[in-house]
């Protein structure tokens, strides 16, 4: 079957660096997404990683590696606003997103 | 970004009615849209697959008779929701891409929580 695993709840503190890890099991990859979620709202597009690397893009990085089937979401300088639920989804063989349950994300001051 | 909304954002309906839910690509033509479905701390859940001017593809277990899907054209689709009951209180949220394969991203629209009474 196929399965995205990330953690359920993470917990950072304003300022910090805080890394979601992502791990996943698919028929097939054609890329990697992770997704914002605050609570109450539509997702919101972060990053997609298709090759190996580090994916830079202002305070938000993510990592992939096909080869393991992991994938990681970096983000610094954490601020409150960053408070939400991070979701990690992967394309499979026939182009269809399979979604991870999400990693919750609360930032202490 | 590509901006896709959704009408209503929020609704309330008794038992045994119907709700249609309005998903609409307002600056490019979706070729593909999906509905998902999402209960209060779990991840999004796909409910169906459309693509412009052909029936919607159901993932399992959803009841296409319930949940009617129309995608008449490239820039709406909407979702009826039959004979609404308590435990189809949730949130829908559709996306739309702009092809059929390879790497097209998904916009969301903003959701409609639906509550049944």
């Known amino acids: 079957g196929q399965n995205i695993d990330q953690p359920t709840e993470m917990t950072a503190t304003e300022g910090a660096i805080v890394q979601i890890n992502c791990t996943y099991q698919t028929s097939g990859f054609n890329g990697l997404f992770w997704y914002q979620q605050h609570a109450g709202e539509a997702p919101t597009f972060l990053s997609y990683?298709?090759l190996d690397g580090l994916e830079e893009k202002g305070r938000f990085s993510s990592f992939l590696s096909r080869s393991k089937g992991y994938s990681y979401l970096l983000l610094k300088e954490l601020q409150m606003k960053d408070s939400a639920s991070y979701l990690c989804?992967?394309?499979?063989?026939?182009?269809?997103?399979?979604w991870g349950a999400g990693t919750k994300l609360i930032i202490k001051p | 970004g590509a901006v896709v909304s959704q009408h209503p954002s929020w609704v309330i309906c008794k038992s045994g009615t119907s709700v249609k839910i309005e998903c609409r690509s307002l600056?490019?033509?979706?070729?593909?849209m999906f509905w998902y479905r999402q209960f209060p701390k779990q991840s999004l859940m796909l409910m169906a697959t459309s693509n412009e001017g052909s029936k919607a593809t159901y993932e399992q277990g959803v009841e296409k008779d319930k949940f009617l899907i129309n995608h008449a054209s490239l820039t709406l689709s909407t979702l009826t929701v039959t004979s609404a009951h308590p435990e189809d209180s949730s949130f829908y949220i559709c996306?739309?891409?702009?092809?059929?394969?390879?790497?097209?991203?998904?916009?969301f629209g903003p959701g409609t929580r639906l509550t049944v009474l």
């Open positions: 989804a992967v394309m499979d063989s026939n182009y269809q997103l399979i």
């Open positions: 990683n298709v």
């Open positions: 996306s739309a891409a702009s092809g059929t394969s390879g790497y097209n991203e998904q916009f």
């Open positions: 600056d490019f033509q979706a070729t593909t």
